[in-house]
């Protein structure tokens, strides 16, 4: 038997839809709309509409997390630099794939409703999966390391987003390779 998802999981799925679709300026009642729900059915879970904003950015927070893990996976079987790259890539190309969602979920209000934070990443988000991987390549600098690769690969996809850089997937592979490189080159602190 297959179970039906709960209105809850049905709102945020229809509001990430729409987002999808091109609606940017998401409000409660046209995502009750788009579930087929009364325009206050939504309230009963989600008091407004930052709170239903910042469950669709929780749930991108996983799909984005679910994409670095198989590609730190891949990149491992080849070799661990190349996990920190194949990493970089899923990034960039979850934002082109989704640029709305990726949007809303570096929104400041948004982020902090989604309860998201590179301050508090652990091993079951994506900042952590970043973070875990740049660990093992460099672990003397890990922390600003991790810094400096989540820049990186947050401003190419947003500068790809904002048609700053052609989404060109080779050079992107170019870049992070390079940063890579220069990430695992042994040096004093490294």
């Not at 570096?106 to 740049?134: C, Q």
Request: aromatic share 6%; hydrophobic share 50%.
């Amino acid at each position: 038997m297959t179970s039906t998802p709960s209105l809850r999981q049905s709102l945020v799925e229809h509001a990430m839809r729409l987002l999808d679709a091109g609606d940017h300026d998401l409000s409660l009642r046209a995502v009750a709309r788009a579930a087929g729900v009364s325009a206050m059915a939504p309230y009963r879970h989600f008091p407004d509409k930052t709170a239903l904003l910042g469950a669709v950015a929780a749930e991108g927070f996983a799909m984005l997390h679910n994409q670095l893990v198989v590609a730190d996976a891949q990149g491992n079987a080849i070799a661990p630099e190349q996990a920190l790259v194949e990493q970089g890539l899923a990034y960039v190309a979850f934002a082109q794939a989704h640029p709305a969602l990726f949007r809303l979920m570096f929104t400041d209000a948004i982020a902090t409703a989604a309860h998201v934070s590179p301050d508090h990443a652990a091993e079951g988000d994506a900042y952590g999966i970043l973070a875990a991987r740049v660990a093992t390549l460099c672990p003397g600098t890990a922390p600003t390391a991790t810094m400096a690769a989540w820049a990186l690969v947050h401003g190419f996809a947003t500068l790809a987003l904002d048609r700053r850089l052609p989404p060109d997937p080779e050079a992107a592979r170019a870049a992070l390779a390079l940063f890579v490189a220069g990430l695992t080159k042994k040096g004093p602190e490294a």
